[in-house]
């Protein structure tokens, strides 16, 4: 998990560091030009409950496997329950 974490931050640093360089955004990927496993991140997003492909999704296409990663991430930390008491909001 803490791996997943890592990679994810470090992604996330240098797609960070490329817009900041060049003051452009990757430029999207058309349907028909997707991979195998590119097409089927993106069927995922767009099947969900955001139904469009926005905010970090385009880059994540870059990346198929991150995207899942970060996927199953998600998910594992949607199952955490959450507390409006900041003293006890991280105790396991």
């Known amino acids: 998990m803490k791996n997943l974490v890592r990679v994810s931050a470090v992604f996330m640093l240098l797609a960070g560091s490329a817009l ?15 991979s195998a496993a590119q097409r089927s991140v993106a069927d995922a997003i767009m099947a969900g409950p955001r139904q469009r492909m926005s905010g970090p999704f385009n880059a994540w296409l870059r990346s198929p496997e991150l995207a899942d ?11 955490i329950p959450r507390s409006t008491n900041a003293s006890t909001r991280w105790r396991s």
């Open 20 to 34: 900041a360089l060049t003051g452009e955004r990757m430029p999207e990927i058309p349907l028909d030009k997707m």
């Open 69 to 79: 990663a970060c996927k199953r991430s998600a998910n594992m930390s949607g199952s």
